[in-house]
C-alpha cells in the first residue's frame, strides 16, 4: 500500500520561497500512469489544489498560483518536491500531497479540489508565513 509522508519548515518569512517535500513508500513516482497532486488548505476554508507532477515527469498548474509554483519530481529519491515563491500570510495552509490517475478539469481552470479522485493522501503538513 502506498504512502505519502509531506516534510519541510513549518514557519516561513513572507517574501521567502516555501519548500516542501513528498517522499513516496510502496510505490513509485515513475510508473502507473498516476498523478502526484499538492494540494493546501487554508484555514477555514476548503481545499485547494495547486498543481500535479505525471508519472512521465510532466506538470500541470492552477493558473492563479502557475507563476509561483514549481513542482518537480526525484525518481532517484522516490519523492515530489513543491516550491513556493514570494509567499505571503495567505499561504498559511496545511500542504499535503496525494496520488491520483487523473486530474478533473475543474481543478486545472479553478482550482477545485474533488476529493474521491484521490486513492492516497499525505497526512499533512502545517506551514505558517509570519515574519
Known amino acids: 500500500q502506498v504512502q505519502l509522508r509531506e516534510s519541510g519548515p513549518g514557519l516561513v518569512k513572507p517574501s521567502q520561497t516555501l519548500s516542501l517535500i513528498c517522499t513516496v513508500s510502496g510505490g513509485s513516482v515513475a510508473t502507473n500512469s498516476q498523478y502526484w497532486s499538492w494540494i493546501r488548505q487554508p484555514p477555514g476554508k476548503g481545499l485547494e489544489w495547486i498543481g500535479a507532477a505525471h508519472y512521465t515527469g510532466g506538470t500541470v498548474y492552477n493558473p492563479s498560483l502557475k507563476s509561483r509554483t514549481s513542482i518537480s519530481r526525484d525518481t532517484s529519491k522516490n519523492q515530489i518536491t513543491l516550491q513556493l515563491t514570494s509567499v505571503t500570510p495567505e499561504d498559511t495552509a496545511v500542504y499535503y500531497c496525494?496520488?491520483?490517475?487523473?486530474?478533473?478539469?475543474?481543478?486545472?481552470?479553478?482550482?477545485?479540489?474533488?476529493?474521491?479522485?484521490?486513492?492516497?493522501w499525505g497526512q499533512g503538513t502545517q506551514v505558517t508565513v509570519s515574519s
Open positions: 496525494a496520488r491520483s490517475k487523473t486530474i478533473a478539469a475543474q481543478s486545472i481552470t479553478r482550482g477545485t479540489v474533488d476529493r474521491g479522485e484521490y486513492d492516497s
